[in-house]
């Protein structure tokens, strides 16, 4: 069974830093694109990082040079590095693993970014 477990959200406050972690099981996990996501009340779910396997990455330009996605193989767990937090950070946050058509969710973790 193929398990995305999210943890590392909350309350911040603008400026601030956080560090989400996703932990995966029941996959090969060096072999999967790993990516985090997020979704704000009324908006549409968004890429924010994702991480190949070879370790090329890739940023939305609105966390470019704020967040950084990385990536522990020998832990199966993919971290996000959030730094200079702004309120418009506010979000449910998703890890996602990909290879092929094989596309896995976690449940989401909430981060509140407070001015």
């Known amino acids: 069974q193929v398990q995305l477990v999210e943890s590392g959200g909350g309350l911040v406050r603008a400026g601030g830093s956080q560090r989400l972690s996703c932990a995966a099981s029941?996959?090969?996990?060096?072999?999967?694109?790993m990516g985090w996501y997020r979704q704000a009340p009324g908006k549409q779910r968004e890429l924010v990082a994702a991480i190949l396997r070879g370790g090329s990455t890739n940023y939305a330009d609105s966390v470019k040079g704020r967040f950084t996605i990385s990536r522990d193989n020998a832990k199966n767990t993919v971290y996000l590095q959030m730094n200079s937090l702004k309120p418009e950070d506010t979000a449910v946050y998703y890890c996602n693993a990909e290879v092929g058509t094989l596309v896995y969710w976690g449940q989401g973790t909430q981060v509140t970014v407070s001015s």
């Open positions: 029941g996959i090969t996990f060096s072999i999967y694109t």
